[in-house]
């Protein structure tokens, strides 16, 4: 059964960085996309950054330039490394994975942005 934890949020000023880890547990698998989503308070669940399994990634145009998203596919883990945090950046994060044929979530972490 295919689990996914993500790890590392938590309260930060503007300006800040922050580094979300996500493990999927598991074996006997294939990841294929890995992305990461951002739920703002009282706002819908949106996507922040996408990484393929063929090297492709994406970016929402709201983050380019301050996260990257990185993944390790032996180890099973995606990373979103978060710079320059804004008030904004505030919410739930959330692992997403295409596994085989089905999509799975994370639980989520909450990034807290003060001004």
């Known amino acids: 059964q295919v689990q996914l934890l993500e790890s590392g949020g938590g309260s930060v000023q503007t300006g800040g960085s922050l580094t979300l880890s996500c493990a999927a547990s598991?074996?006997?698998?294939?990841?294929?996309?890995m992305a990461w989503y951002h739920q703002a308070p009282g706002k819908q669940r949106e996507r922040v950054a996408i990484?393929?399994?063929?090297?492709?990634?994406q970016y929402a145009d709201s983050v380019k330039g301050r996260f990257t998203i990185s993944r390790d596919t032996t180890k099973k883990m995606s990373y979103l490394k978060m710079t320059t945090l804004k008030p904004e950046d505030t919410g739930v994060y959330y692992c997403?994975?295409?596994?085989?044929?089905?999509?799975?979530w994370g639980r989520g972490t909450q990034v807290s942005v003060s001004a």
């Open positions: 598991g074996t006997g698998f294939k990841i294929y996309n």
């Open positions: 997403h994975a295409l596994i085989d044929d089905s999509e799975y």
């Open positions: 990484a393929t399994r063929g090297g492709t990634i």
